[in-house]
């Protein structure tokens, strides 16, 4: 058989497995390291018993993160029109960064991320990147923000950099998810200028603290400008920020208001959860995900910022030997995004959207959120289970009687391959999180959970 067709048999048999494997590896890292060790053969392999050879070893050691029964993190499937359209972009392997390189690709990408803005609520005007995740999200709309809060006060920090600037001040909730820290490292804002916004017991930000800060922050740091990173969707609870009220804030204080919306602003594509992100169109710019809650293969994510030309001034480039458009021409993606070669993710988010349409995106997320809820009923009912979030979106936190008790239930339901969480520490105490965003999780795969939690606790 030819390589390709073979290829696509072992992919098409690893997806059908899905449902009767265990969900976690079955491999240990030392099992693992000997089937794909060894030194790198001096000459040529064929091709066909290369990936067959790959296949192989790597089976026991791969975690069934597309299995409905996956719980982990926030982590999502793969749709299968994404995934299939995801297969075709490697093989089309075009890199649209400028428009020569992937025509289609380009154009592709301007139809979703029109799709995606109407989805989500956001404005129209906005522009978008397509990048690797929600960090580079951040990256992106935070650099963004950086330029046009400095340039508010004069100050060119693409000519000049940050050496000798005026101080930006960034206000972020004490529970925000840590690629927003890295992205502020990234772009040259350490922590001396972050503060941190206390947050409730489900996460969100304590907005009187906000206001008074940004008045009282504003005199005391010399009225430097300041950048406001809230969230939709915290990682354990799923809570939202009061969107609206913080726009509030963040217009008073001419601040720039960045979202952190990596799975939870999926909540704006639901008219029955609409009402969680109101506010969220006001703010200045939005970073998200779609291999998350949408389901499309790793990796993929967004940027969208309500400021055009600040978003350009960001992250244009050019050269010399560059083919790119002038006015009137394509977009040119190298315009907008911080890569500069670079996988053409539009096609999977295309298929993905397209397969579901506007009502089944809809529909993918009241699911899992109805799924969530289920599970936390279910399980609230075992002896010594308490769950300690409310439930107002996807994410499921509970424990059990002591953090010994609730650890080792956690790993007989792990380590008995039914289903796959994480633990976390939530306040000093251990817990576990479930968080359901695949669109294939079924009535019947909750129930199965639920089982494996029964049975796991009473033993
Ligand atoms: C996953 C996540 C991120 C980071 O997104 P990546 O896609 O992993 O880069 C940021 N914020 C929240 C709330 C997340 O859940």
Redesign the pocket.
Known sequence: MDLFTRTAQIAADWLRSLDKRPVAESATIDELRSALGGPLPRGPVDPLAVVEDLARAVEPGLVALPSGRYFG??IGGGLPAAVAADWLTSVWDQCPGPYVCGPAATVVEEVTGAWLGQLLGLPEHASFAFV???????VTCLAAARHHVLETVGWDVEELGLNGSPPIRVLVGAR?????DRALRFLGIGRASMRVVPADGSGRMDVRWLREELTAGKRAAGDAPAIICA?A???NTGAFDDLDGIADAATEAGAWLHI?????LWAAASPALRHLVKGVERADSW?F?T??WLNVPY?S?LAFCAHPSAHRAAMSVTAEYLVLGGPGQPRESLDWTPAFSRRARGFAVYAALKSLGQQGVAELVERCCAHARTFAEGVAALPGCQVLNEVVLNQVLFRFEDDQTTDRILRRVVDGGEAWMSGTTVDGRRAIRLSVCNWQTSDSDIARTLEAFRNASVC
Request: proline residues 0%; contains cysteine.
């Open positions: 993190f926030v690797t995740g929600c960090q580079m999200g951040h925000r998810h840590v690629s927003i969230q969707g915290e990682i952190d919306g990596a799975f939870g970073a995900d291999h998350k990796d994510g």
